[in-house]
């Protein structure tokens, strides 16, 4: 059997789409997944040609050290577009990985399903890269997520930066995990696949917000010292 695959319409329809997966074999989906790919590096490489995440590089130009300012332009170009490859990687198939190894899923079949996180993600990141652009700034904390909100009563960087990565998008990434990997699990075992998604979230947002306040830039410089 083919099934000839439509991102949206797959989405809507999750136990058709778990049934054409096991049984049959999925036209298109390898092009859909290298549009999101591609999508990923050019929305990264916008954001820093753009200037986020660049501040520190203001210096170098308020000094009037052109090559070196544009030399570390072209360097923060490159590791933009090899972070967006490694976002996109970990999370399709890193994470893939794990939830195989939580829930013994076929490999394949959850990638299937990953492929709805990472455009999800994508366009979270899109959406706030646009607000940013429109107003011209941009904010420490993901309006999407509960920081700027704790951020009214919490003062621990840690706690805070781990509520960054818990947003609107990660609500929606478990559901949808859930209705799809739920139709390859014994009923049974359906509410411990609900805690295992959101285990992992809570994991990912947690080791987030500790990379997130560790002087890791101190120790490099001090290792390279």
């Known amino acids: 059997m083919f099934y000839h695959y439509k991102f949206w319409h797959s989405l809507k329809n999750p136990t058709y789409f778990t049934s054409i997966v096991e049984e049959g074999e999925v036209i298109g989906y390898k092009k859909r997944v290298l549009t999101v790919f591609i999508l990923f590096i050019l929305l990264f490489a916008a954001r820093e040609y753009w200037g986020m ?18 030399v570390a332009r072209i360097l923060s170009m490159l590791g933009a577009v090899l972070w967006a490859i ?14 195989h190894l939580l829930t013994d899923i076929p ?8 492929l709805y996180v990472v455009a999800f993600l994508l366009i979270e990141k899109a959406i706030l890269f646009a607000v940013f652009y429109a107003v011209g700034y941009t904010t420490m904390f993901s309006f999407f997520s509960l920081a700027p909100a704790a951020l009214q009563v919490i003062e621990t960087d840690f706690v805070l930066f781990t509520l960054n990565q818990l947003t609107v ?51 490099i410089a001090r290792g390279l010292g």
């Not at 609900?194 to 987030?208: D, E, N, P, T, Y």
Request: proline share 1%; with cysteine.
């Open 53 to 70: 995440g660049t501040e520190n590089l203001t210096s170098l130009f308020a000094m009037d050290l052109q090559n070196e300012y544009y």
């Open 86 to 99: 490694v976002y996109f990687c970990f999370h399709y198939y890193g994470v893939t990985y794990l939830l």
């Open 107 to 114: 490999y394949t079949w959850i990638k299937r399903v990953q």
């Open 169 to 219: 998008t990660t609500v929606l990434i478990t559901i949808v995990q859930y209705l799809f990997l739920s139709k390859w699990e014994e009923e049974a075992s359906r509410k411990m696949l609900v805690v295992k998604l959101i285990g992992v979230q809570l994991f990912m947002a947690i080791f987030v917000g500790l990379i997130s306040v560790l002087p890791i830039k101190e120790w």
